[in-house]
């Protein structure tokens, strides 16, 4: 993790925020790099997921009213449990200290009690003193904002982009000609107060969720699940969870326990990170929480999971269903009606499925699981898919010294920026250009060499083979595109 951290911040992909006054904890900023990757998972993930159905995106604030926390439950429940030293400033959030210090695992949701009776079964103490732990406290992780000069607060920094669609739905809705199913995602940063921030950008105190709430009418969710009934899923279910086997089982074999909607979107979930992020099968999996661990709003809750390098399976996100307990909350607190009428006239609150990505999770194990240390080339190749590589093509002419040669490589350049990401790179020799390029993650490198002068043709070189190949120019653009989009 320390090479890939270092790797990170060489290349300008990602850094700690405010370094040049020693770094703020969980704080994190994108070079130029990490800034391209992450636009580019953005961009995919809203092509993908905002074309499924009558999906719209909105941009909303990231401060909010108290009062939408009061009603979203966040003001009671988003709480974490925390161990504080009884000598010294040591504090941590107590599943993690006491997972990371002995074998107990998936002790999350466990109550503050539970948490003191295993510390002291295990004997735990403050490592930085050596002191006994207070009790265990549950704190709210929420940032409460002053507005202007109050002295109380009114507002928060909202702990997820979801509220944000829920406080916006009745206008929406009406806007969007009273239509269910209706999805309104937001792509936008969240922020929560994290007792122990940790791993790089996996847990941060701001960081960017894309998260895609749907509204429909639990009583006539239509999906295409014939399109699904056969595809097979990788879950892991509480049940199976002792052996600890994922087992593939296709949509329709678990229809006895989930809605035909959420299984749909379960596959397609699963579809996305195939097809579109190219993630190994094996690194893959959908686990499914137990009652005590899934988040206090959901009925159902699957947590999407990909295995990192020495970190093990990850939460990416998740696949949760709401029921009507957000629009409920909001119409009791705000005593605004969240009631619509279905095709009887009859009256109802919608309920609300939530397909939730944290995107820097996202990013970072595309990074994590794409950076290849090759001792035979001898630098690092970061083998990202060509959609989601920062950079997509480098453009070399062999010598920098031919005017000839460099003007000609500046019209390739020219021409393929329009469409491309691109680079124009013409120092030092090629190998180290090449080099230079893997380690961006470049898929497609184009050598404009002297024979290009007279056959009008140039070399692509892939990242992953090595192998090259010679194209005309006047085909480039073709080619390229069908090199990216195979
Ligand atoms: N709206 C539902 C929701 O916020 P969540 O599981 O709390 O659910 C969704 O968060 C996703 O956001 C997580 O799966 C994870 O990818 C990302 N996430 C949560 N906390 C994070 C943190 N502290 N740093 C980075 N990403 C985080």
Known sequence: MEDLA??????????????????????????????????????????????????????????????????????????????????????????????????????????????????????????????????TVMTNMMFPIQLGTSKTSQAYLRPETAQSPYVNFKLQYDILRKKLPLGLAVVGKAFRNEISPRNLTLRQRTFTQAELQIFFNPDNFAVDFDEVKDYKLLVLLVKDRKAGKVKKIACKSLKKDFPEWYLYHLAKIQQFYFDVLQIPEKKFRLFQLSDEEKAFYNKYHFDIEIELDQLGFTEMGGLHYRTDHDLKGHQKVSNQSMEILDENNKKFIPHVLELSFGVDRNVYALLDLNYVDDKK??????????????????????????????????????????????????????????????????????????????????????????????????????????????
């Open 6 to 135: 270092t790797f990170l911040k060489k290349k300008g992909f990602v850094y700690p925020s405010s370094e040049i006054y020693g770094g703020l904890s969980g704080f994190y900023d994108y070079g130029h790099l990490g800034t391209l990757l992450k636009k580019n998972f953005e961009k995919l993930w809203r092509k993908y997921f905002l074309k499924l159905g009558n999906y719209y995106e909105l941009e909303a604030c990231q401060i909010m009213h108290e009062k939408v926390f009061k009603a979203s439950g966040h003001l009671e429940h988003f709480v974490d449990p925390v161990i504080s030293c009884s000598k010294c400033d040591f504090n941590d959030r107590a599943d993690h200290f006491i997972t990371e210090n002995t074998k107990e695992k998936n002790i999350e949701g466990l109550k503050p009690a539970e948490f003191d009776k295993l510390i002291k079964k295990h004997n735990l103490k403050c490592p930085k003193c050596k002191s006994y732990f207070k009790p």
């Open 377 to 486: 080339r001898g630098n690092v190749v970061l083998g990202l898919p060509a959609k989601l590589a920062p950079v997509t093509i480098g453009v070399f002419p062999l010598v920098k010294k031919d005017e000839k040669l460099v003007k000609l490589a500046c019209k390739v350049y020219s021409e393929l920026n329009c469409c491309y990401s691109c680079i124009y790179d013409e120092s030092g020799s090629v190998g180290r250009r090449y080099a230079r390029a893997d380690e961006m993650g470049v898929p497609y490198c184009i050598t404009i060499d002297f024979d290009s002068l007279k056959d009008k043709a140039v070399t692509i070189r892939d990242r992953e083979t090595t192998k090259q190949k010679r194209v005309k120019i006047k085909d480039l653009v073709d080619e390229i595109f069908k090199l990216v989009t195979k």
